[in-house]
């Protein structure tokens, strides 16, 4: 019988900690932010949240501003194509 409560007791941290935690990946943002360095502020600032997102391991919101970013109509080539390098090595994980 306490050889099946400490089984259960392994089994139910296990599952905590799977669930618990979401895996870091490693997303560059270095062309990300140097191509919006010129950019309007609000796009400036949703950039910003985007790059403190994926460094809190917050993939999900930073696919929200990321996209939000790149519907801007006003994006230069370069800052399409970061937006959408960091896009895809999110989505890649």
Partial sequence: ??????LTGVL?????????????IAVDTVKL???FQAADPATQTTVTEAV???DKADYNG??????KVSADPKLTADQKTAVGGVIAQIEKH
């Fill in 1 to 6: 019988m306490k050889y099946l409560s400490v």
């Fill in 12 to 24: 139910l941290l296990t599952l905590a900690g799977a669930s618990g935690c979401s895996k870091k």
């Fill in 33 to 35: 932010e140097y191509s």
């Fill in 52 to 54: 403190e997102a994926i």
């Fill in 62 to 67: 930073a696919l929200e501003k990321l996209k």
